[in-house]
């Protein structure tokens, strides 16, 4: 059972705004920011988000995020066919003894 | 640019220990900045963060996998490693390395290396 929570699964077509959520807990996303990663087919993940919302340089401006509570969650906006991939988002977590931790990762399919 | 690059065998064979590498270019791995981390990646699922050493040798260990793990540094060959004991095939992955931003509550990955796969196979 993973500390973050996300649906396996997300899809839209082209020029939709999708949204994935990353549930959390209050020793998790309640206690540290949360930081979303791109990993396109067959290569490494890519920092997407950090800071809960900010975009590092070199990123479009149609991913965004937040975070509320022990929640976050990453929107795409105008989805583009180049933004199938697997999205993972991933905090720090002060239980036992501290560790990193990432979400099981959502599949963004554009139709 | 900063590049990371994995390097280590593509098979272990069960129970033997895993050495990998991770060179650093366009950055000392120095830097007061930053961590620097392995991830890894079974077949077909999702990322499973190992650890992460500072220059200085400070470590955090992921506490799964703690008991087998050991994360060193190499400032003089600006190169950090891993080595993992007890190869299982559950040990399959593709084992990527990582520079971490590590602040108060607030850390990332990035950039990552190409990865390497490593199968525990006899």
């Known amino acids: 059972q993973s500390v973050l929570i996300q649906p396996p699964s997300v899809s839209g077509t082209p020029g939709q705004r999708v949204t994935i959520s990353c549930s959390g807990t209050s020793s998790s996303i309640g206690s540290n920011t949360v930081t979303w990663y791109q990993q396109l087919p067959g290569t490494a993940p890519k920092l997407l988000i950090f800071g809960n919302s900010q975009r590092p340089s070199g990123v479009p401006d149609r991913f965004s995020g937040s975070k509320s509570g022990t929640s976050a969650s990453l929107a795409i906006s105008g989805l583009q066919s180049e933004d199938e991939a697997d999205y993972y988002c991933a905090a720090w977590d002060n239980s036992l003894n501290g560790r990193y931790v990432f979400g099981p990762g959502t599949k963004v399919t554009v139709l | 640019q900063v590049q990371l690059q994995e390097s280590g065998p593509g098979l272990v064979k069960p129970s033997q220990t895993l050495s990998l590498t991770c060179t650093v270019s366009?950055?000392?791995?120095?830097?007061?900045?930053?961590?620097w981390s392995w991830i890894r990646q079974q077949p077909g699922k999702g990322l499973e963060w190992i650890g992460y050493?500072?220059?200085?040798?400070?470590?955090y260990y992921n506490p799964s996998l703690k008991s087998r793990l050991t994360i060193s540094v190499d400032t003089s060959n600006n190169h950090f490693s891993l080595k993992l004991a007890s190869m299982t095939a559950a040990d399959t992955a593709v084992y990527y390395c990582?520079?971490?931003?590590?602040?108060?509550?607030?850390?990332?990955?990035?950039?990552w290396g190409q990865g390497t796969l490593v199968s525990v196979s006899s």
């Open positions: 366009g950055d000392s791995i120095r830097s007061s900045d930053y961590y």
């Open positions: 990582a520079r971490v931003w590590v602040g108060v509550a607030n850390n990332w990955f990035d950039p």
């Open positions: 050493i500072y220059h200085s040798g400070t470590t």
